[in-house]
């Protein structure tokens, strides 16, 4: 069987991890095409990575370039165009996280993957991190017991891109490009159950020239009585910090990505690069090592790949991302009221962060 | 360039590690066989493998499977006899920690395998554990200063196979099954230098019934006046612990690959599997996760493998085992003189535990 | 300058932190008195405290003792009738947390002991736990920056009394037992400023069979745009867990009082005593030593006895036991309508469980 | 009783810590003179401790003072001289450690306080320090079983006063000035065996201008079979690290008195004191508190005036600081040599250092 052509939108941040991803750990993708929209940085990508062709319009991508993956790692806001159009050529869809803007956006592209008969895969790393994933395993085997609470944390003091901070770009602050994650974590811990409320408490501390919200908690309830809580930060300094905590009636279980799996360095000189959103290399460092691996997104898209070639449908997919979307306008809605926001909840908004400004 | 074809020999832990590693993390290797002396232990080896072909004799599958690799994770007083035939084959090896039982078979390898014009790669996982390597990175960069001192150490509560314990097979204790680990990551770290004295202390104090030091430490020192402190126990109960620190005269770094990796977990009715040698998955336990991965193996064959395809030199080669099994010789010899050893030294002895017992 | 004597009402779990503590590290506070109950745990307290005087009858005790302090470490259901009566006897009063049952209790407690002209002190260890009194001191110095959010958490399987569990003794679950911690602490941290809101949720997942609520979430708001969070539970597993986390635009500071002191210890056949509510000793523990000493008690009673002696308010008073009354008013409310309650609160209940129930 | 009279002589870090802990937490204990040269600093420091008398002669002091135990926290040199004349003016003596230069030093001092009758306290805060204690005890109640092997490190980038580089002054390097703390809590864990030889590593690696080693490696045996491990270091960088292991046929504990009790600060900006020999405030730091109390000097001081009071002797006296003495001759010599030397072991030398040099 030949292997699978896969073409990245974007060269930024994620596509880079995403590159890596294939090139490194899914031996049934092929990489055929990249296309950004800076010319010169697009080549440099696709010679670091080894990808024959390299365009500047996706237009002429999905026209030209025989791949039968569009993996879409660039901002919030070109998501559903591009996949749109992808669908459309009749392609299987790759969305980074968050899956849209709106809602209507999220409706859209799943009605028109279904409609392609393609799938539409929504790439939440944590449901594949494989420390992780480690703990949901032990968890299914009853080791702690019936579950009543999760947690899950990702912080760190904001991103290095621009568009991020632009809720035109984004659809909102940290909620978006973090909050995301822990609401699609907390579905796949307790699948099956229905998320029934959102609460939260949204705060501008750090970056405060900006409209974004930049830490925020969030409460969901389930129809299982199950809680989970969601703590993201763009104003937490020291590096990249995501943990879960998952307590059940017979036990609880702790995992870290970063610190809780890095090296332990202290350096008066410095050195090179310490881990993702690191500020400084000297005195005491955490000194973080195969970021994509242990983040899961070799085993994420190894996941999609093989969906593709076996016709299977990926565990997480248009519909979870499109829950998130859902969970998130409730969110924002929540931060706005003070007052617990029922699921289902739906708003008509340009973007999601309309709801609290 | 078609697949490199490799033949494991062996069906126990080792070997499969190496199985796993192959197939979800060296695409350019294909599995095409495997030998192992229990036929159906051999026959359910290659199913959960995938691979072709099952021998219950090696000289078969030199002869027949068409392996241009042949990777041996068997006992370790079968790694000489194994090597000298599959060089004489024609064929690259891959031989498992330790080298030999003794220096001369050491010698021999190596002879061997020059003059049949293939390679002979010494698995020393410690040299791409990514952990590790990162720290290594970090100090070739210059983060620490100069380095003065390396520590490493391995323990647990015993191997679970019985030919450990039984030196005719194994050569000697934990110093030929974990004390080898150490001294080929301290060669790996003060790359250039050479190790000048040995000094060693070893006791026998867990598995009093047997004849194999059970729990030691070693100082090496270098030509460049860096020492090495290798400590190697199968009498720590606990689980697996793997743990380097590097001193330098700018800085510290430390690293731990077992404990320092996983999650925490409380389970009160315990659970599968928490990580190697564990004794118990119940109260708190420090749960692993991608343990073949963490510990290197795939980086480790992926080098061998691309060393093969490419021509090239592996960074742990025969001598790196060879001057391992020196060492040992030496730590054994001074666990049993109570005086520092000089190096070079050579013993004509059957088994290095001899030079101690 | 004679020493000031202290009569302890109690002899259970807080009582015998507090008499260590006073014995070994305050020597101007002696031990003249204690009253419980039952006669010959009394006794025994007493002979071990080294305490002159065993009463059963505390009237007794405030009439015949001499105490110029009365500690009140007895259920919560009898701080009001006992601090009433020191006071109207002219003592000075500390009273271990809550203040109270409820709000009409505490203002009544804080007016006695201002018409007697005595100190009434409120035994918040967490405002002299010295590792947490160390990061405040570094916030205060500016580490951090400005703060933006608090979070305390403090989690065991829940408590031996069986007290704690009905309603009519304690007022409520978990929150009267360990939530007023986290609300006193954020009063401390923030200093100067005022909650304006609380919101919780509260779960009952463990112990099914009271009425008290054992797993909780609260977030309060300050006036100055400060977040506290608190965490509580009696469902966790594994041990006392103590921690907090100061989060500001500069910096970020973590530290934990049980896990984060303790030795780590791994043991086939157990020992006496790991810590507090450690439900073995076999296997991996978190060996924690001298607990009263880390949690603040000396600390506490150290400065409580040099109020009453150097005729000084207390950091810990009355008022601020009040507010977290209030505060714990509130959260009960909250968990029952799902919405933010405002601050201030109150409302005309026979226990503050009766808002949730 | 009244309390027990104390005079400290030396006024520089370790007098500090002596008399903050007396003053905190041994009130039997009354601070009544110190006596350091500069007169000045011994002024400051009588103001600061609230000491009524300051002398800048020590004569002077023994004479006038009326204290009846004298406390010794001056450079090492001065050890013995101070101790002699204490014991002729019929003083309890308290040294703090190593107990001298020399052995023959160590013996005089031994026969000075026995014909005096007074105590001769060795000032061993290991042997005291809480978590090490709580270690201890549970050992002592088989929750390891038999103890095979114990660890003890102590390590940071040197001293700051200049006097402990100049070997006239100190009797050589970090052995003398951090190795004597291992050495004796070996004896303190393994009480009732004798140890029997000494092998050692020694190196100058950071401090090259000096003579005096700054790290080290020191393997003890004792007759029960146990081993000692003891690594000392003043060339590691980023604060004070003190350590054990202890390791059991049945178990493991591991303790950590300084990174392994803090606080774990993250800040830009910086903050007043993180921790003994800390270099920065900024980025990640390890926040230490109560470190003397950590450290188990109240602990000792307590025991001391307790043993003075109640005529009892102390758990570490001069007998243990003398075997100490010779374990560091022996350390020294091995150093030199690069053989074991076995116990007992002497040598006519000014200095223990000269056997190394």
Redesign the interface.
């Known amino acids: 069987m030949p292997k699978t052509k896969v073409a990245i939108i974007g060269a930024g941040f994620s596509a880079n991890i995403h590159a890596e991803s294939y090139n490194r ?1 899914v ?1 049934d993708a092929e990489l055929v095409a990249v296309c950004a929209r800076d010319a010169q940085k697009t080549e440099r990508f696709a010679a670091e990575h080894r990808i024959a062709k390299a365009y500047c319009n996706y237009d002429q991508l999905l026209a030209e370039s025989g791949a039968e993956v569009i993996d879409i790692c660039v901002p919030n806001y070109l998501h559903h165009e591009i996949c749109m159009k992808a669908a459309k050529a009749g392609k299987h869809v790759i969305v980074e996280k968050p899956l849209a803007i709106t809602i209507e956006q999220a409706d859209e592209m799943i009605a028109a993957c279904k409609q392609s008969g393609k799938l539409l895969c929504y790439a939440e790393e944590l449901c594949f991190a ?2 992780y ?3 949901r ?2 968890v299914e ?6 579950i ?2 999760l947690k899950q944390a990702e912080k760190h003091s904001g991103p290095h891109s621009r568009w991020f901070y632009e809720p035109e770009y984004s659809g909102g602050g940290v909620l978006m490009d973090m909050g995301c994650h822990a609401l699609a974590w907390f579905l796949w811990m307790n699948k099956g159950a229905k998320p029934i ?1 959102v ?1 939260s ?1 949204l ?1 501008r ?2 970056h405060k020239s900006t409209d974004a919200e930049d ?1 925020t ?1 969030v ?1 969901v ?1 389930f129809d299982n ?1 199950v ?1 989970g ?1 969601a703590e993201d ?1 763009w ?4 590096g990249m910090d995501d943990r879960i905590e998952v ?1 059940g ?7 870290d990505l970063f610190q ?13 690069y310490a881990a993702e959103k690191a ?12 970021e994509a ?1 242990n983040q899961g997104y070799p085993h994420e898209l190894k996941h999609f790949i093989e969906c593709v070639r076996e016709n299977k449908e990926p565990v997480c997919g248009g519909e979870m991302g499109r829950l998130v979307m859902e969970m998130l306008y409730a969110a924002y809605a929540s931060g706005k009221s ?3 926001v029922m699921l289902p909840f739906t708003a008509k908004v340009e973007k999601p962060i309309d709801l609290w400004l």
Chains 1, 2, 3, 4 share one sequence.
Do not use: C
Request: charged share 20%; net charge positive; hydrophobic share 30%.
């Open positions: 750990f031996p494989p420390k994933e480690k703990v395993k032990l085997e009853g080791a702690v017991g019936d009543y609470m409320s609460t408490k705060q501390v750090l830490n908690v409460i309830e009585g809680i809580i930060s104003a937490r300094h020291g307590y009636t017979e036990g609880v279980s702790y995992a809780g799996n890095s090296a332990l360095t202290y350096s008066r000189k410095g050195y090179g500020e400084t290399t000297t005195g005491w460092t955490f000194t973080m090592f195969e691996f003070g007052a617990k």
